[in-house]
């Protein structure tokens, strides 16, 4: 496993894909921090407090999504859009430790983007004149929901691209994913009261929000884990 992971890590490094899209991952919150400030200050509003601004420049932006998904997508995207997937399972024929390789991979690189995504939106927003104290949310409660956000998005994209094969759709499957729940929410959502509950980035978003805490956790957990399961077992059982 140690060999795989050294693997996965000298590939990620080498790919310049990977500190172009952290670049601009973390050049995108710390502008929505900056863009976030300002506004408020022009329109005279009372200021958000510094870990709200930094918390919606990140779970509530579209660019950080889509951005996210790229890294997600990228582990096994990569793979299949140069064909080397087949490079490496004959270097490292036991499938489930790729899998898992990469999983983990995935997720340390999203995580650590995040954090330093994080860091440079306080600063950012500091500077502009952000309130550091007031009735926002924790930064202990900052950290767990970005964090939360960082892993569902990238997690989501990285499934995608195994299950489908396909990079793109890999990359744009999150958004387009969170724009459908949004449109079946507008139309059937007072239809069918229980259909929020039941969609995954809804949950998340409940989750986040404090409403119905267990339900959401369970579904965006079992969608979650109904993904990995599928796209695990789908590399399993199809040629390379």
């Known amino acids: ?42 329109a005279d509003e009372q200021g958000l407090p510094l870990t709200d601004i930094v918390q919606q420049s990140i779970t509530v932006n579209p ?29 490292f024929p036991r499938r489930p430790g790729v899998f898992a390789a990469k999983l983990v991979m995935t997720m340390a690189i999203a995580l650590a983007v995040m954090i330093v995504s994080v860091l440079v939106g306080m600063a950012i927003a500091a500077v ?10 924790s930064w202990v409660t900052l950290a767990w929901q970005v964090s939360v956000f960082a892993a569902t998005y990238a997690g989501l994209a ?46 998340m978003q409940n989750w986040f929000a404090g409403v119905d805490v267990g339900l959401s956790v369970a579904v965006l957990a079992a969608w979650m884990g109904g993904l990995l399961v599928a796209s695990f077992v789908l590399l399993q059982r199809r040629d390379a």
């Open 63 to 91: 660019v950080v999504l889509v951005l996210l998904a790229s890294l997600g997508a990228m582990a096994f995207g990569h793979e299949y859009r140069y064909g080397t997937i087949r490079l490496t399972l004959t270097a």
């Open 1 to 42: 496993m140690t060999d795989l992971l050294t693997y996965e890590w000298r590939r990620a490094r080498s790919i310049r894909t990977t500190w172009i899209t952290s670049g601009f991952l973390v050049a995108a919150v710390a502008a929505f921090c900056y863009l976030t400030v300002l506004a408020l200050e022009s």
């Open 128 to 137: 502009a004149g952000a309130q550091q104290s007031g009735s926002g949310i």
């Open 158 to 203: 990285f499934t995608l691209t195994v299950i489908t094969r396909n990079h793109p759709i890999g990359i744009v499957g999150p958004l387009l994913l969170t724009l459908l729940e949004s449109a079946v929410i507008a139309i059937l959502g007072e239809r069918f009261e229980w259909l929020p509950r039941a969609l995954p980035l809804t949950a």
